[in-house]
């Protein structure tokens, strides 16, 4: 076996989510994908080409080597860039998209818009900007009472254009009065700083939960993440668009296969530090997968905390497929998951076998193996869970309409390795 894993992303899906979106917010609204991270983890080339193609109208990266990657692979458009840039050279891969108007850069506060400055007169050319104002986040951005301030100065600066006001909710899943306390506080601040901000001034706050929960959030532009990868709507128990987070389809699926299967005795512990024991003689497969590869430590079940079956296997037997814990500590490069139950009681076919594949992540968000299941079992967050494959994984990415795991595309295109 060549690779002991494949992540397979279904760039069809991807311009789906992309449309309902469009449906969301409207015609007139901009959907700005946020592909930071190399889309998280997921490969920002392949898949911004497929967000524009589908109609988003700018990107979103955390940093201007980001958007030299999108540059380099020809993908059309303004790259906004999250991240407070101080300094630019023209050896820096970005420097061509800021000297042609496409690189669009944050400003967080007064001492940063001094280096954007200088940025813009040093190389005589005009920066788009987008002032971020720290509504409650407490992260990055102006305290609102700045705002003005700066919004004039970058009126009167004859290389510095305000092309965009901006804020970031910091509980727009779980929180909707303080969600709307913010949008109080950054409407009010639109207000004051209006009669510094161009007519064709992008505002945007809204995230991927935002963008679906309420129209209110909109404004002019949406910055989504999780959306445009199907994920996001398992945050909404209530709000307007419900129905459309519900046909967000789930781009991504990781696969492997079992390289070897024992019985072992009732009483027999397994991993390192004996965290499980067998209750019962049982069948334990071997996979090669593990932290190393980004397999979240927190899916395996041990004696003192057992844990959900989230590992799917296919059995040669009626129902097709099964669902499997992973038992023992996850390692470095491999899990062991107990097969027992899928023995077969009128045959001695097991149901499985060496060779057989596993689905560790899956597009049905029905099931344990969907992301955002996977990273609540495990403690964490989706991000986190898709930011982590490791990016040796062989990626392959399919443009069909209608995606399957036991066809190959013809219009399959592979990376990594």
């Not at 007139?28 to 994908?33: G, K, L, N, Q």
């Not at 080597?65 to 692979?73: H, T």
Request: aromatic fraction near 4%; proline fraction near 6%.
């Amino acid at each position: 076996m060549s690779e002991t894993s494949r992540i397979r992303i279904n760039l069809s899906a991807v311009e789906s989510n992309i449309r309902i979106l469009r449906d969301v917010v409207g015609p007139e609204t901009v959907i700005c994908p946020i592909v930071k991270a190399d889309a998280y983890g997921l490969g920002a080339a392949p898949i911004a080409r497929h967000l524009v193609a589908a109609g988003a109208g700018m990107l979103a990266v955390y940093t201007s080597d980001q958007a030299a990657v999108l540059a380099r692979s020809a993908i059309g458009g303004p790259i906004l860039v999250l991240l407070p840039v101080r300094r630019m050279q023209r050896i820096d891969e970005a420097y061509r998209l800021l000297i042609r108007g496409d690189l669009h850069l944050t400003v967080h506060d007064s001492s940063h818009l001094d280096d954007l400055g200088r940025i813009a007169e040093h190389y005589a050319t005009v920066i788009p900007l987008h002032l971020e104002v720290d509504t409650g986040m407490s992260r990055g951005g102006c305290a609102p009472a700045e705002a003005p301030v700066i919004t004039r100065r970058i009126s009167k600066h004859r290389w510095l254009r305000l092309a965009g006001m901006s804020t970031h909710f910091a509980r727009a899943a779980s929180d909707a009065r303080f969600t709307n306390k913010q949008l109080s506080i950054f409407d009010e601040v639109l207000a004051t700083c209006s009669p510094s901000m161009p007519e064709e001034c992008l505002i945007h706050a809204a995230n991927s939960v935002a963008t679906l929960r309420h129209r209110r959030y909109h404004k002019t532009m949406v910055r989504v993440g999780q959306a445009w990868a199907g994920l996001g709507a398992e945050h909404l128990s209530d709000g307007s668009f419900r129905r459309q987070g519900a046909e967000l389809r789930p781009i991504v699926s990781w696969t492997s296969n079992i390289v070897q299967i024992k019985t072992i005795e009732r009483g027999t512990t397994v991993g390192y530090g004996s965290t499980w024991t067998a209750r019962r003689r049982s069948r334990i497969g071997l996979v090669p997968v593990g932290y190393a590869d980004g397999y979240p430590m927190g899916l395996a079940a041990t004696d003192a905390e057992p844990k959900p079956a989230c590992v799917r296997v296919d059995v040669a037997k009626p129902g097709g497929t099964s669902f499997v814990r992973v038992v023992g500590q996850v390692n470095m490069d491999q899990i062991t998951i107990d097969l027992t139950d899928l023995a077969s009681p009128r045959s001695r076919d097991p149901g499985v076998g060496v060779g057989t594949e596993v689905e560790l992540i899956g597009t049905d968000p029905r099931c344990p193996n969907h992301v955002p299941t996977l990273a609540r079992t495990a403690g964490t967050v989706p991000h986190q869970v898709m930011c982590s494959l490791n990016p040796r994984i062989k990626r392959s990415y399919h443009a069909t309409e209608r995606y399957q795991r036991e066809a190959v595309s013809s219009e399959q295109v592979s990376v990594g390795g």
